[in-house]
C-alpha cells in the first residue's frame, strides 16, 4: 500500500479536462513539496511538475498542478489520445526520511 | 542532453548479490543528489534510496535496509547499488535518477535495468 494515495483511473474524451489527486499527511505533503511524474506505456518515467505547480521546460502548460494542506492535484486540460499514460505523485517524507509514491493512475483518453 | 544508463540487471537466485551501476553525463554529477526508484512488473513506483552529493548522506526505504548499500563514484560520474540477500520481491526495473538536494522530485530518469530474482 502505498504512502501518497491516488485514483487507481480516470478517464475522459479528448479535449477534455481531467484532474487527478493525491492525498498524503503532514509529514510528505502537509511539508514538502509535491512533483508528479509521467509515465507513458513501455518507458521510463518522466518530470512533469516539481515544486506543486512549476513545470520542467518542455511541459506544455496545459499539465498544471496544485497544493492545499496535505493534498496536490493534477490538472490535463486539452486532454490528447498521447496523454494516456501512468500518473505518479510523489514527495519527500520527513518523519519516515525517504521518497514516497502514490499508488499511480492511469489515465484513459475516451 | 542528460543521460543516465543503468546496467548490470539480470537473473540471480534468492539470497544472492548483485551491483547496479548508472552511468552519468551530460550534467556536473557531483553537484547533484541522485535516488534508485524500483518498479514491480505491473506495480507502481518505489523509492528504493538516495545519496547525497559527496556521499555524506544516505536514504533506504525500510525494505532494503540493511541489504541495499547506495554509493558514488564522482571521478567516474557513475552511482551505484550494491544488493545483497535479495528477495524475490526484489524483483523490479531499477531506474536511477538526478535529484535535487532536498530528495523530493526526480529530474531526470535513465531507461531502467530489470532485475529478477527466482530460483
Known amino acids: 500500500q502505498s504512502v501518497l494515495t491516488q485514483p487507481p483511473s480516470v478517464s475522459a474524451a479528448p479535449g477534455q479536462k481531467v484532474t487527478i489527486s493525491c492525498s498524503g499527511r503532514s509529514s510528505n505533503i502537509g511539508n514538502n513539496d509535491v512533483s508528479w511524474y509521467q509515465q507513458l506505456p513501455g518507458t521510463a518515467p518522466k518530470l512533469l511538475i516539481y515544486e506543486n505547480n512549476k513545470r520542467p521546460s518542455g511541459i506544455p502548460d496545459r499539465f498544471s498542478g496544485s497544493k492545499t494542506g496535505t493534498s496536490a492535484t493534477l490538472g490535463i486540460t486539452g486532454l490528447q489520445t498521447g496523454d494516456e499514460a501512468d500518473y505518479f505523485c510523489?514527495?519527500?517524507?520527513?518523519?519516515?526520511?525517504?521518497?514516497?509514491f502514490g499508488g499511480g493512475t492511469k489515465l484513459t483518453v475516451l | 542532453e542528460v543521460q543516465l544508463l543503468e546496467s548490470g540487471g539480470g537473473l540471480v537466485q534468492p539470497g544472492g548479490s548483485l551491483r547496479l551501476s548508472c552511468a552519468a553525463s551530460?550534467?556536473?554529477?557531483?553537484?547533484?543528489?541522485m535516488t534508485w526508484v524500483r518498479q514491480a512488473p505491473g506495480k507502481g513506483l518505489e523509492w528504493v534510496s538516495a545519496?547525497?552529493?559527496?556521499?555524506?548522506?544516505?536514504y533506504y526505504v525500510d525494505s532494503v535496509k540493511g541489504r541495499f548499500t547506495i554509493s558514488r563514484d564522482n571521478s567516474k560520474n557513475t552511482l551505484y547499488l550494491q544488493m545483497s540477500n535479495l528477495r524475490a520481491e526484489d524483483t523490479a526495473v531499477y531506474y536511477c535518477?538526478?535529484?535535487?538536494?532536498?530528495?523530493?522530485?526526480?529530474?531526470?530518469w535513465g531507461q531502467g535495468t530489470l532485475v529478477t530474482v527466482s530460483s
Open positions: 551530460g550534467f556536473t554529477f557531483s553537484n547533484y543528489a
Open positions: 510523489g514527495a519527500w517524507d520527513t518523519s519516515l526520511s525517504v521518497g514516497v
Open positions: 535518477a538526478v535529484s535535487n538536494l532536498n530528495y523530493d522530485r526526480a529530474d531526470y
Open positions: 545519496i547525497s552529493t559527496l556521499s555524506g548522506s544516505t
